[in-house]
């Protein structure tokens, strides 16, 4: 008999568990009126800078048609912006807008917020530094 967890049972357990905190700091963050496709363009848009719908699209691996309507919501809500690309006159750069960039600060707070209140409260100073380890485990697994 071994001492090892049945990985099969781990592995789903922690997929579970990670879906089930996405969830939860979806709700937290106070931006559940957008859909993952618009979360997600948010999200390249800040981490990788302005770009085309075109190239959005490709790193998404969404037909560019699919992607347009996308950027065209987070237009009209005032989320992105756009400007004539200085290096290719016929094609438009994205960005986020300032508003946008207000409200991934106010979201990323609330859900910061929401996991200290958390932790303090339903965890003990053990179960805590468990947690903190634990982490160091979760980034091991997610390193190329």
């Known amino acids: 008999m071994s001492d090892s967890p049945d990985l099969d049972a781990t592995a789903a357990a922690l997929r579970l568990a990670v879906h089930r905190l996405d969830r939860?700091?979806?709700?937290?963050?106070?931006?559940?009126?957008?859909?993952?496709?618009?979360?997600?363009?948010?999200?390249?848009?800040?981490?990788?800078?302005?770009?085309?719908?075109?190239?959005?699209?490709r790193l998404e691996g969404v037909r560019p048609q699919s992607?347009?309507?996308?950027?065209?919501?987070?237009?009209?809500?005032?989320?992105?912006?756009?400007?004539?690309?200085?290096?290719?006159?016929?094609?438009?750069?994205?960005s986020l807008s300032d508003r946008a960039e207000g409200l991934i600060l106010i979201a990323r707070g609330a859900k910061e917020n929401w996991l200290v209140r958390t932790i303090g409260d339903r965890l003990d100073a053990e179960e805590q530094r468990r947690l903190a380890d634990a982490i160091g485990l979760l980034d091991r697994l997610l390193a190329p």
Do not use: H, I, K
């Open 24 to 57: 939860r700091l979806r709700v937290e963050s106070g931006l559940q009126e957008f859909n993952l496709a618009q979360t997600v363009v948010l999200r390249r848009l800040r981490e990788a800078g302005p770009l085309t719908t075109s190239e959005l699209a």
């Open 67 to 94: 992607m347009s309507a996308t950027v065209a919501d987070l237009v009209a809500a005032g989320l992105v912006d756009r400007r004539p690309d200085p290096n290719d006159g016929r094609a438009t750069l994205l």
